[in-house]
T-cell receptor, first 118, second 110 residues
Framework: GAVVSQHPSRVICKSGTSVKIECRSLDFQATTMFWYRQFPKQSLMLMATSNEGSKATYEQGVEKDKFLINHASLTLSTLTVTSAHPEDSSFYICSARDPHSRDGNTIYFGEGSWLTVV | GIQVEQSPPDLILQEGANSTLRCNFSDSVNNLQWFHQNPWGQLINLFYIPSGTKQNGRLSATTVATERYSLLYISSSQTTDSGVYFC????????????FGRGTSLIVHP
């Protein structure tokens, strides 16, 4: 079945540095990918919708300059957390929409990335 | 936007027990998915079920779209079933971006 791969699964970075997380669709072309953030014991919070070849659409309250999203190809989207701070520590999950699924909108998730900023 | 409510919020079972998780939604939907998030955070797609009934091993799901709810059944639960179960829906007249419920946290004890 469709698979979405996310890398790295865990990353620790120093405060003030930037860190990049990759999301790849392995066996389908994803014109649309989504980035979520999940706090402990909470549901998934949509951060932004990433469309291939165009600018990402950010949800209200999400800082565009802090969370840079690039969707340069049909199989890769990246999330860069810039000038990371300890409060950015969280679990980040990407998902991709499979346009060739039954209704064209089935979503598959990556494995998630644990970010710890020290 | 569409509201999604899941119940119960927490569930503790003994291994071998059966359970039913519920997802209520406030508007008509054209997509509903159940996911299992394991203790390591990984989200696994369980069912794509905008209507009807599906079964996969010990798991089955039923969506009654006209009454705006979906049920996830877990039979003969195992410790590996522990984790959080989310349902995500997409309203018929709205965005294709899914809306998630708050999840049901399941712990299965050996």
């Amino acid at each position: 079945g469709a698979v979405v791969s996310q890398h790295p699964s865990r990353v620790i970075c120093k405060s003030g540095t930037s860190v990049k997380i990759e999301c790849r669709s392995l066996d389908f072309q994803a014109t649309t990918m989504f980035w979520y953030r999940q706090f402990p014991k909470q549901s998934l919070m949509l951060m932004a919708t990433s469309n291939e070849g165009s600018k990402a659409t950010y949800e209200q309250g999400v800082e565009k300059d802090k969370f840079l999203i690039n969707h340069a190809s049909l199989t890769l989207s990246t999330l860069t957390v810039t000038s990371a701070h300890p409060e950015d520590s969280s679990f980040y999950i990407c998902s991709a929409r499979d346009p060739h699924s039954r209704d064209g909108n089935t979503i598959y998730f990556g494995e998630g990335s644990w970010l710890t900023v020290v | 936007g569409i509201q999604v409510e899941q119940s119960p919020p927490d569930l503790i079972l003994q291994e071998g027990a059966n359970s039913t998780l519920r997802c209520n939604f406030s508007d008509s939907v054209n997509n509903l998915q159940w996911f299992h998030q394991n203790p390591w955070g990984q989200l696994i797609n369980l069912f794509y079920i905008p209507s009807g009934t599906k079964q996969n091993g010990r798991l089955s799901a039923t969506t009654v779209a006209t009454e705006r709810y979906s049920l996830l059944y877990i039979s003969s639960s195992q410790t590996t079933d522990s984790g959080v179960y989310f349902c995500a829906v997409r309203s018929s007249g709205g965005s294709y971006i899914p809306t998630f419920g708050r999840g049901t946290s399941l712990i299965v004890h050996p």
